[in-house]
Structure formats: C-alpha cells, structure tokens
C-alpha cells in the first residue's frame, strides 16, 4: 500500500536560470479563507465530475510534455496558451463537480478577458494567466512588456482608495507602467469601466529558486528556536544620543508559480 503523499512527486525541468526573460503579475483579488478548501474540494471533483477523470486520463501527460517543450524552448506563445486553456480546464471540472464549486469571482473573470483583449489589441499573445483553487490571478509575461501589462490591469482596475502608493510592490515597475501608452483597440475590444478596489495589491516578480537549503551560517535561530541576535535596547531620549533602530532582519523568499493550474488534482483520480 502507498503511503499517503509518497507518490506526488515533482520533477525540476529547468533551473531558476533557464528563462530568466519569463515574468510574473500576481494580482491579489482576495486574501480571504475559501469557501471550499482546495482539500474539500478535490475530493468532491474525485467523486462526481466526468470532465476530472477524462482529464487526468486524457489531458494530463500530452498537456505536460506541450509545457515543458514550450518552457525549455522559451516557446512564450505556446507556452502561455498552454498554461491558459489548462487554467480554464481545471475551473471547468470545478463546474462540473456536483455540487459545483466557484472558484472564480467577477473580477476573475475579468482579468481573464483583459488578458485576450489585451493579446487581440497586440496582435500577438504577451499575457498569459492561470487560477489555482481560487479568485487570484498569476499573470504571465516576459521583461519586455511587463509595464504594457501592468498599464492595463492599472487602467483597469486601479488601487483602492489611499492605496495607490503600495498597490504595486515595485515602484520603479509602478513608474514604467504609467510612462507606457495602452495599445490602440483595446479599448474598443475590452469596454469593462474602470474597477476600482476590485483588486487589492500587485506583485510584479520573476521566478525564483524557490525553498532551498541554507548554511549553517545563514540561520537566524538556534536548535531550540531563539534568535542568536537580539536588537540592542533603545537609549533614553534627552541624552543628547540618537534613539538605536531595532535590529532589522532581511529574509529571502522564494516564489513557485504553478504555470499549469491544479495539477495536483489531475493525478487525484489515480488513488
């Protein structure tokens, strides 16, 4: 018998290196709990949707090996098609689960349709996008027409109110995008009035190496879990001295984009 989680595996196609050209949009919809947990509803698709197991079946390993050619070749046609129609596939067994489960909101949905306005407009596809087990939207692109991108979900969708200052993490990106004129027809072809608040922040990155192991010489904590380094006292104010800062610790984070949503779920059939 299997132990549980022994056979999900993941396999490294190319290093963080490989395609350092490939960018990413992270547009936060909600940072809210879900009303189905990815868990739930894995197991209710498993039980009740036809499309899941035709999927896994059929779709999987052709759909796959198309990704990984189109990655390894810096294919950014293919590859974001790809990664597109396999997003749609996977919300579609979501509606195919019964009860079906709604994973993606209005502006979801929106985000999607800017996107294909967006390539239409340009001629070319230069956006791609993908939906895990919920409403926020993981962009693709490439360097070149990251701030194109980042001007229309702006224009589209711009900050809340009071948040336009940290609705971009980047403010340089934030400054190339406001010098970057939207392409000519997408107006015409995507009419959706601005949305204001309807995304919370945007995290413009690229790929990283992800989790990795440190040094020794890295680790901020001893083996039973306290800091090796404690910030010095502040000194009284008055003394004629500057207050002391508390120390400031920088941690490195690593993103992993999933650039084929819910691939778990396609080998859940197997069990």
């Given at each position: 018998m299997c132990v549980e989680g022994a056979d999900s595996k993941a396999r490294l196609v190319g290093?963080?290196?490989?395609?350092?050209?490939?960018?990413?949009?992270?547009?936060?919809?909600?940072?809210?709990?879900?009303?189905?947990?990815?868990?739930?509803?894995?197991?209710?698709?498993?039980?009740t949707s036809p499309l899941l197991k035709h999927r896994a079946s059929a779709v999987v390993q052709p759909r796959l090996a198309e990704l990984e050619k189109a990655y390894l070749a810096k294919d950014?046609?293919?590859?974001?098609?790809?990664?597109?129609?396999?997003?749609?596939?996977?919300?579609?067994?979501?509606?195919?689960?019964?009860?079906?489960?709604?994973?993606?909101?209005?502006?979801?949905?929106?985000?999607?349709?800017l996107c294909h306005a967006l390539n239409d407009a340009c001629g070319e596809v230069r956006v791609g996008y993908t939906f895990d087990a919920g409403p926020n939207a993981v962009l693709l692109t490439t360097t070149q027409h990251m701030p194109l991108l980042l001007a229309a979900v702006c224009h589209y969708f711009p900050p809340p109110p009071g948040g336009a200052s940290t609705y971009v993490n980047k403010a340089d990106m934030a400054a190339a995008a406001a010098a970057t004129p939207l392409p000519e027809g997408l107006v015409g072809k995507f009419k959706l009035a601005p949305q204001r608040g309807a995304i919370k922040y945007l995290y413009a990155?690229?790929?990283?190496?992800?989790?990795?192991?440190?040094?020794?010489?890295?680790?901020?904590?001893?083996?039973?879990?306290?800091?090796?380094?404690?910030?010095?006292?502040?000194?009284?104010?008055?003394?004629?001295?500057?207050?002391?800062?508390p120390l400031t610790m920088a941690l490195g984070v690593g993103l992993a984009v999933a650039v084929a949503a819910g691939t778990a779920w396609l080998f859940a059939t197997r069990r």
């Open positions: 290093p963080a290196s490989h395609w350092p050209d490939l960018k990413v949009l992270i547009c936060v919809v909600s940072d809210s709990k879900k009303a189905v947990s990815s868990t739930a509803g894995m197991q209710t698709s498993v039980e950014f046609h293919s590859f974001a098609k790809l990664t597109m129609q396999d997003s749609n596939q996977f919300h579609s067994t979501c509606l195919d689960t019964y009860p079906p489960i709604f994973y993606l909101t209005d502006t979801s949905r929106a985000v999607i349709q990155t690229g790929i990283g190496p992800g989790a990795h192991v440190l040094p020794p010489s890295a680790t901020l904590a001893d083996a039973q879990g306290n800091p090796l380094e404690l910030a010095p006292p502040k000194k009284k104010k008055g003394a004629g001295l500057p207050t002391e800062p």
